[in-house]
């Protein structure tokens, strides 16, 4: 069965600071999907990235980058130089291909950036 | 476009009641489905869609009903709401297979 383990319950940096959050997946599928969601403190869930499991490339996007490597099954997202507006929950997720739609969330790591 | 839309936002029950929460989508995806939300346990998934007349559980769905009669809607239904129900409800859909979901601002319910 598919599982998404977020091992960091809490994490709290000082501004400027980078900060890496872990996730740890296990599946049986050859293809799959991972994800990552951002829930600021106002409650919705915003999407950050998705990665198919045939696409290795670490990704880029401005403070945020992704390093994905199947061989330890870990999809760990950087923050770089992280800001007060970093300050949210994150989540990693899991769609398997076997499983058409369903996502399996990890537990969440909630990230604190002081001033 | 509206995309997915929940209401009530928030609610407070009493033990025993009942109440639909409700969820609309206006994008013509297939699938949708309904997570819980509770401190240290990310989303679980209670039901799901994967089109008009068609449901079946997710992980969590004892305590709650489902049913899809349009595309647009799948609401959730508590029929006797319990201390244990209280959380987060998230709707979302997608079309099926491995395009992004689309989630919903969230429902806060608390059950006292």
């Known amino acids: 069965a598919q599982k998404v383990t977020q091992a960091q319950?809490?994490?709290?940096?000082?501004?400027?600071?980078?900060?890496?959050?872990?996730?740890v997946y296990e599946t049986r599928d050859t293809t799959y999907y991972l994800f990552w969601y951002k829930q600021p403190p106002s409650g919705e869930l915003v999407f950050l990235i998705r990665r198919n499991s045939f696409d290795e490339q670490n990704e880029i996007?401005?403070?945020y980058s992704w390093n994905f490597q199947k061989s330890t099954s870990s999809f760990n997202f950087t923050?770089?130089?992280?800001?007060?507006v970093d300050s949210a929950v994150y989540f990693c997720a899991l769609r398997e291909g076997t499983s058409g739609s369903r996502l399996t969330f990890g537990e969440g790591t909630q990230l604190t950036v002081n001033p | 476009n509206a995309g997915v839309?929940?209401?009530?936002?928030f609610q407070v029950l009493k033990t025993g009641q009942s109440m639909t929460l409700q969820c609309a989508q206006d994008m013509?995806?297939?699938?949708?489905s309904w997570y819980r939300q509770d401190p240290g346990m990310g989303l679980r998934l209670i039901h799901y869609s994967v089109g008009a007349g068609i449901t079946d559980q997710g992980e969590v769905p004892n305590g709650y009903n489902v049913s899809r009669s349009t595309t647009e809607d799948f609401p959730l239904r508590l029929l006797s709401a319990?201390?244990?129900q209280t959380s987060v409800y998230f709707c979302a859909s997608s079309y099926w297979g491995y395009r992004d979901a689309f989630f919903?601002?969230?429902?806060?319910?608390?059950v006292v």
């Open chain 2, 5 to 9: 839309t929940q209401t009530p936002k």
């Open chain 2, 28 to 32: 013509n995806h297939e699938y949708m």
């Open chain 1, 61 to 63: 996007s401005g403070r």
């Open chain 2, 82 to 84: 319990a201390p244990s």
């Open chain 2, 104 to 110: 919903g601002q969230g429902t806060r319910l608390t």
């Open chain 1, 9 to 23: 319950t809490e994490i709290s940096v000082v501004e400027k600071e980078d900060v890496t959050l872990d996730c």
């Open chain 1, 79 to 84: 923050i770089t130089a992280s800001q007060v």
